[in-house]
């Protein structure tokens, strides 16, 4: 196991963010972000604590992009 797996993701010193804006989807950003709409659900699972249902995410939400 590396070390980056071993960190938690929200530890790891070279975590991306990503604040929600108005119109977003988790498919869009996981598209602008990864180049594919359907690594949504990496970005969900990651931000779990924050959002319940992936298809309900507000404008000004900051999401951890692993």
Same mark, same amino acid.
């Given at each position: ?10 530890? /790891? ?32 699972n990651? /931000? ?14 900051k999401?951890?992009?692993?």
């Amino acid at each position: 196991m590396s070390e980056q797996e071993k960190t938690p993701a929200k530890d /790891n010193p070279y975590a991306q963010f990503h604040v929600v804006k108005k119109g977003e989807t988790l498919s869009k950003i996981a598209e602008e972000h990864y180049g594919d709409k359907m690594l949504y659900p990496k970005i969900f699972n990651a /931000n779990r604590d924050v959002l319940a249902d992936p298809d309900k995410i507000k404008p000004g939400q900051k999401l951890l992009i692993p």
